[in-house]
């Protein structure tokens, strides 16, 4: 099973041709995480690992709530607590389900250089068909919220999949299934722009002045968004304000591939054309200094 | 015309010199395919993706260790001198095929030089990043930010390892006479008076002819 919707692949890593993409009509979906909703039950996490039927490592407890502390090979959503003070005096206890945010620039298939390792749908999501990964770890670099993870077991890459084989067939992923306090939403990225939006306003109305909606466009937005108390520092939740791929990553996997690889074959090309137009160094035969060249 | 043969390499020396040329061959090959999805396919010669990726790192550092050997032996005798700026001003005249100008060199001319420190260099710069991305040994000691500039200075400093090899291939078949001194050692005293005359004089000085 290479993937489930093979003809609405619109990127696919270390490909320089066309991608299956006859079937584009799905609209663009989307993930909204109100974090003014989680109560941090961790049923998302649960769901996770029972659809995708994972199971971490008994871990050991490292003082707070987050169980396990960081998302692994097999822990593909985490719950996140933060105890903050946003304004002095004032303890606000953030709790963040972290996961793959699915760019729609992402940077994880941009570095990989595995071909057809990551594809992007049209539907948005960003998926490691890990068949073809390689293990090199490159993903790791070229993401922006440090989330694939390599496994010691098979030196592959994994990651939340926004459960592509539900939504393929109509499901919605298994978290926002089974949310039970409904923090997280899923549908069109239209209208859950709108509804995260909306629930922005709703927030602000009650005190929250910076709530807002983390779409962030330096990765040319999200398809995992989140509702925040405080977007304006979502560095609060350990999210980076103004996420992009990393110039060093744009910079290796843009310019420098198609530069590289012409001066490589242009340094082959123009020594061959040397050798034919000069031609070599040798011991020249005292005979031919006196012969005439006739033109 | 003189009928004798001058000894440029050791055995060992040529040996090792091949050695090298052979790890270059193939980390060069296994670390383009990950470089441009059109040269993916190289990754066919050793196995496929996952054993490309394996491999890559040891050969890269046998080509690395090889090189040591041969840095250690030779890198006095290629440090840059005033002669060697003499030589590269006359280098163009030279690349249009007039030899006649050139200023008598040594063991090595100022284009061997370069192309020395350029591989020395360069194979520094390949060794250190590519331990700071090997995994999964070594990756998990560096932070991500630190890797990215790893992995972008690795794949500059490969592609002026393979211009360097490229120049360094071509000059061999350029200049006649050239590659017997990599596969048999010697050098006819001929070439040795044409194209490195101070060396051929110090050669022959030393031995007392």
Known sequence: MASLQSLDVVARSATTTPTPQVRTSAPALAKLIDESKCIGCKACQVACMNWNDLRDEVGTNIGVYDNPADLTPTSWTVMKFFEVEPTEGSLEWLIRKDGCMHCEDPGCLKACPSPGAIVKYSNGIVDFISENCIGCGYCVKGCPFDVPRISQKDNKAYKCTLCSDRVGVGLEPACVKTCPTGAISFGTKDDMVAYGEKRSGELKERGFQNAGLYNPQGVGGTHVMYVMKHADRPELVDLPKDPTISPFVSLWKGVAKPLAVAAVLGAAVAGFFHYMKVGPVEEKDPADEDREVVK | ?209
């Open chain 2, 1 to 209: 015309m003189s009928k004798r043969l001058i000894q440029r390499y050791r055995d060992g020396d040529r040996m090792n010199h091949w050695f090298i040329a052979l790890m270059f061959f193939l980390a060069a090959l296994s670390g383009l395919a990950f470089f441009h999805p059109s040269l993916f396919f190289f990754t066919h010669l050793f196995g496929g993706g996952q054993w490309t990726r394996i491999l890559h790192p040891f050969l890269g550092l046998l080509m690395v260790l090889g090189f040591l050997l041969f840095f250690i032996k030779i890198w006095r005798e290629n440090l840059i001198t005033d002669a060697d700026r003499q030589w590269m001003k006359h280098a163009g005249r030279m690349l249009q095929g007039d030899k006649a100008g050139m200023p008598p060199v040594g063991k090595y001319n100022a284009g061997q030089k370069f192309v020395f420190w350029a591989m020395a260099l360069s194979l520094l710069v390949l060794v250190v990043t590519g331990f700071m991305f090997w995994r999964p040994w070594f990756a998990p000691f560096f932070s991500i930010p630190l890797m990215r500039i790893a992995v972008l200075l690795h794949a500059v400093s490969a592609v002026v390892l393979v211009l360097s090899v490229i120049v360094h291939v071509y000059a061999a078949i350029w200049v006649k006479g050239t590659v017997r001194a990599m596969t048999r050692g010697t050098v006819t005293e001929n070439w040795a008076r044409l194209n490195h005359p101070l060396w051929h004089d110090e050669v022959m000085h030393r031995k007392g002819r």
